[in-house]
């Protein structure tokens, strides 16, 4: 099978599912290796991410990004309507 680009908005799952994995709370760091994605690309969707609702910046010492209940549904959602394209052969 050929291997295309993501699109944007499984980009935007991947970062969520990393947070998710990590405990729903996570680095930058973390998103940029888990994601495969340049920082400025990163920085670019968390951006809209946020804007969204779909998650929250967290700054202490350290910057973590974490889920909110928007974004947990949205993973929710994503995961069945993947499940639904790939049963009749298409891929997100």
Do not use: C, W
């Not at 400025?40 to 910057?63: F, P, S």
């Amino acid at each position: 099978m050929e291997s295309r680009p993501r699109t944007p908005i499984k980009i935007s799952f991947d970062i969520l599912y990393t947070i998710y994995k990590n405990g729903g709370k996570a680095r930058p760091t973390r998103i940029l290796y888990r994601a495969n994605l340049s920082y400025e690309r990163m920085q670019r969707y968390l951006k809209t991410l946020i804007e969204k609702g779909l998650i929250k910046e967290e700054r202490n010492r350290h910057t973590y990004y974490t889920l909110t209940q928007r974004g947990l549904e949205f993973i929710s959602e994503f995961m069945k309507m993947e499940r639904l394209v790939e049963a009749f052969g298409f891929e997100i």
